[in-house]
């Protein structure tokens, strides 16, 4: 079974900064990506950033030139770099994995909360 750990959402002035990271486990194919995915209140989830297990990314328009996504030092891992914050990078904030023993959407993270206040 697949399990996804985030970490690191919390409170910031806009202009900050934050870092998420995702921890998979349960894993026993190769991943072909990790992304992380935003939803805020009373719109649609949407991507933020993903990487594919060749290191290729993709970026939302919205967080381009502000955000980074990476591969982290232990298996299975991705973070999110989160830089220069806006208000409307308040969201729920979830990993998702893309792997054979997942949907074809993906398995999903239970989320963490961004908030970036004015």
């Known amino acids: 079974q697949v399990q996804l750990v985030e970490s690191g959402g919390g409170l910031v002035q806009a202009g900050g900064s934050l870092r998420l990271s995702c921890a998979a486990s349960?894993?026993?194919?190769?991943?072909?990506?990790m992304g992380w995915y935003r939803q805020a209140p009373g719109k649609q989830r949407e991507l933020v950033a993903r990487?594919?297990?060749?290191?290729?990314?993709i970026y939302a328009d919205s967080v381009k030139g502000r955000f980074t996504i990476s591969r982290g030092n232990a298996k299975n891992t991705v973070n999110l770099q989160m830089n220069s914050l806006e208000p409307e990078d308040t969201a729920v904030y979830y990993c998702?994995?893309?792997?054979?023993?997942?949907?074809?959407?993906?398995?999903w993270g239970q989320g963490t909360q961004v908030t970036v206040s004015s």
């Open positions: 998702n994995v893309q792997v054979r023993m997942c949907p074809l959407a993906g398995c």
């Open positions: 349960g894993i026993i194919f190769s991943i072909n990506s």
């Open positions: 990487i594919t297990s060749g290191g290729s990314t």
